[in-house]
T-cell receptor, first 115, second 109 residues
């Protein structure tokens, strides 16, 4: 086990609704990244949080937003859900030390279905 | 065109076989390279980092050719437990990982 937890494990929403997904990072890690994985595809980078600030964003619209808390846990919020938002949402925790790129450890994911 | 391209497979091989996966990436500014393994309906897990000098971890050997922007993974003496999807991953800057769509491997008895 990586020590990264996500909740909920599964979620069903309807178009237009809003959703909040949660991630608890591994102990000692200060960075959380979020990825979206559609069926049959590799994960796509949504954004990353480091020390409670957004530290890079992928090609996702503003209705995808996030937060990081002082204990380094994180939330991903998606507004105005669309059918194409149905996917596995993965968070990954890592430690950032200077410019060193350290291994990212993935949580088990939240499977979101939008009807 | 996707930034990281992989043959989706599936590769169906018998136990004990040697199998090789290839991957190409389009952005020459990519700095770090990895292979991740993902089991069905599970999270990706780091299999190994890939270095220009090539590196080996047991039955797994990874190679990087920066000039050709090409990454490979060789698995020797395949086991049933090697059945999974193998994701080629590149990174530049702030820990952003860029994944290929993955290559499926099925090892049969």
């Amino acid at each position: 086990e990586t020590g990264v937890t996500q909740s909920p494990t599964h979620l069903i929403k309807t178009r237009g609704q809003q959703v909040t997904l949660r991630c608890s990072s591994q102990s000692g890690h200060n960075t959380v990244s979020w990825y979206q994985q559609a069926l049959g595809q590799g994960p796509q980078f949504i954004f990353q949080y480091y020390r409670e600030e957004e530290n890079g964003r992928g090609n996702f619209p503003p209705r995808f937003s996030g937060l990081q808390f002082p204990n380094y846990s994180s939330e991903l919020n998606v507004n105005a859900l669309e059918l194409d938002d149905s996917a596995l949402y993965l968070c990954a925790s890592s430690s950032t030390t200077g410019k060193r790129i350290n291994e990212q450890f993935f949580g088990p994911g939240t499977r979101l279905t939008v009807l | 065109r996707k930034e990281v391209e992989q043959d989706p497979g599936p590769f169906n091989v018998p136990e004990g076989a040697t199998v090789a996966f290839n991957c190409t990436y389009s952005n020459s500014a990519s700095q770090s390279f990895f292979w991740y393994r993902q089991d069905c309906r599970k999270e990706p897990k780091l299999l190994m980092s890939v270095y220009s000098s090539g590196n080996e971890d047991g039955r797994f050997t990874a190679q990087l050719n920066r000039a050709s922007q090409y990454i490979s993974l060789l698995i020797r003496d395949s086991k049933l437990s090697d059945s999974a999807t193998y994701l080629c991953v590149v990174s530049r800057g702030y820990n952003k990982l860029i994944f290929g769509a993955g290559t499926r491997l099925a090892v049969h008895p």
